[in-house]
């Protein structure tokens, strides 16, 4: 019998939004996709015997042996991602590199592969692999066309069964069709694709377990669309956790609907507070004075808002801290969550900041959304950086924290345990040395 040629995936380390506690090694998030789908393409005549590694929840296995090791990244990750391609190819082993930052760089990542994958990867991942058993892999495939439909179920057998909050992560859109200055899925062009409801409802229905979350980043850009697919949910008496914009709650029927289709949480970026710097960063269709009526509307259908601010906005001064922190106890935001405006490369912001020469570096590690890499308009970097970590410590005191979360009734351990999660996890950026880097 033919030997199985063995096949690593692996998705390097997201460090901040990893728990360590003790023994405890968790993953804040949801089980990453991209991993468990790559696999799930790979031609099973093809005879490879594949290992899928998580960095957030694994070890790198360095020293086993692999046929080909394909890694995919992030800007902020695609640090680690190069240095694990340098380290297994001086072993001799083929490095395949994908992901969005290899989208967007991919002479950048040509420098550490013997392969690239840029744009989507399900004609394109297939094909590689086979011109590798055929000892003729190219060093670009590129798929810019979407296959978004009979997709292979996610290979969630070959993921760590206790690394994740959520294991179990379904995609039912791609892409967005938003055009915020500073976002990669935007500089990608990726467009904005629905995968047939039927597919995806037989793929939750099958889910070994009744939670589960959407990972798209834009699920509602089609209401017909959207609404179609949570009417479908409903019988499956299933939960669920995703994202989508502000804009879905202009239609009244998408409330009750949410509700009845079992959703437990969303995930909104409020982004700024000021309408002006939503203006500036083309995300207008937020408004400021909506927000309120969307958190109370979500919290009388019992569903726990997660939101998302930014910071370093060039109309943000030393100011827009309180405000921010005062604006998500007001209004009762259950789960905050803070950023630093992260210009990601090839993106407009990218391009202004660099044209103006306000780009502090290229260490690609910080463009994570959890660092200061460019000196804004109204403050120093270090400014920004202080007020940052500030706006988390003031958010998650526990006292803070109960105010927020002790009227969400039978959501309170969701909440409660949502914002205890970023108490620990301030501590990490409190004691995280050179947060600033040097050029
Ligand atoms: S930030 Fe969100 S809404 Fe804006 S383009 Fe990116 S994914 Fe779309």
Redesign the pocket.
């Known amino acids: 019998m033919e030997k199985k040629r063995k096949l690593l995936i692996l998705m390097p380390d997201g460090r901040i939004h990893k728990l360590k506690l003790g023994p405890i090694n968790k993953s804040f998030r949801e089980a990453p996709l991209t991993a468990t789908s790559l696999a799930a393409l790979v031609p099973q005549e093809l005879n490879f015997d594949i290992k899928i590694v998580d960095e957030s929840v694994d070890k790198v296995p360095l020293e086993e042996h692999f046929d080909l090791v394909a890694i995919s990244c992030l800007t902020g990750t695609v640090v680690k991602a190069y240095h694990y391609a340098d380290f297994f190819r001086s072993k001799g082993i083929p490095v395949v590199l994908g992901g969005v930052h290899v989208t967007l760089m991919p002479e950048e990542a040509s420098l550490h592969a013997d392969a690239i994958v840029t744009g989507f990867a399900e004609t394109a991942w297939p094909a590689l692999l086979n011109d590798f058993v055929d000892g003729k892999m190219l060093k670009h495939y590129c798929q810019t066309e979407q296959h978004f439909y009979q997709v292979p179920v996610p290979r969630r057998d070959l993921q760590r069964k206790s690394g994740y909050m959520v294991p179990n992560v379904v995609s039912a859109t791609r892409g ?5 200055d ?5 500089a990608a062009h990726f467009g904005w694709s629905t995968r047939p409801i039927p597919e995806v409802i037989d793929e939750v229905k099958n889910l070994p377990k009744p939670r589960f979350v959407f990972n798209d ?2 699920m509602g850009e089609d209401m017909d669309y959207f609404k179609q697919l949570l009417t479908e949910l409903i019988p499956l008496k299933k939960k669920w956790g995703g994202l989508v ?1 502000t804009k879905v709650f202009h239609d009244p029927e998408v409330l009750p609907l949410l509700k009845k289709s079992g959703c437990l949480y969303l995930l909104l ?1 409020f ?1 700024s507070i000021s309408n002006i710097s939503l203006q500036h960063i ?2 207008g269709f937020n408004k400021v004075e909506e927000y309120k009526q969307i958190i109370d509307g979500m919290h009388h259908f019992g569903i726990v808002l997660m939101a998302c601010f930014i910071f370093g906005f060039d109309e943000d001064d030393k100011t827009i801290f309180e405000k921010t922190v005062d604006f998500v106890n007001d209004y009762k935001v259950d789960i905050p969550r803070y950023a630093i405006f992260t210009p990601y490369p090839k993106t407009e912001a990218f391009n202004k900041l660099e044209r103006e020469g306000r780009l502090l570096h290229y260490h690609w590690q910080h463009y994570d959304t959890q660092h200061v890499v460019f000196v804004p308009k109204l403050m120093t970097p270090e400014e920004l950086d202080r007020g940052f970590i500030w706006s988390y410590k003031k958010t998650f005191t526990v006292a803070s924290s109960l105010k927020r979360t002790i009227y969400t009734g039978k959501n309170f351990p969701i909440t409660f345990g949502g914002n205890l999660a970023y108490n620990i996890y301030i501590h990490r950026l409190m004691n995280e040395k050179n947060r600033i880097l040097p050029a």
């Open positions: 967005c069709k938003g055009t915020c500073f976002c990669s899925v935007s980043v834009s914009s970026g982004e083309s995300k």
